[in-house]
């Protein structure tokens, strides 16, 4: 399967962000989608996740009750929307896509990825 993100761009601190996937080439359907982000001189790390059963969505502690993960299978797409925006926010971030469903939050687990999308919050 194919990931393309979209909708990064740069944003005021406190303002709001929707970044989405499309994937191609086949379904999301039975898989975990997720958002990954590595800010400059850091680690990748687990924003959000959704599972296809469920759903079940899961978020890291810095995002809690400002991001929301949603996806539609119909269209084949996920989305997240971003919300009261941090400077720390800033980062590349990735679309993932774990076919066997297992809701985990490593990067390990997921087997297909975009290229990512650049989401720069100014203070």
């Known amino acids: 399967v194919q990931l393309v993100e979209s909708g990064g761009g740069l944003v005021q601190a406190g303002g709001s962000l929707r970044v989405s996937c499309a994937a191609s080439?086949?379904?999301?359907?039975?898989?975990?989608m997720a958002w990954f982000r590595q800010a400059p001189g850091k680690e990748r790390e687990f924003v959000a996740g959704i599972t296809w059963r469920g759903p079940i969505t899961n978020y890291a502690r810095s995002v809690q009750g400002r991001y929301t993960i949603s996806r539609d299978n119909a269209k084949n797409t996920v989305a997240l929307q971003m919300n009261s925006l941090k400077p720390e926010d800033t980062a590349v971030y990735y679309c993932?896509?774990?076919?066997?469903?297992?809701?985990?939050?490593?990067?390990?687990?997921?087997?297909?990825w975009g290229q990512g999308t650049q989401v720069i919050v100014s203070s």
């Open positions: 080439g086949r379904t999301i359907s039975g898989a975990t």
């Open positions: 993932a896509a774990d076919p066997a469903d297992l809701g985990s939050n490593r990067e390990n687990a997921y087997e297909f």
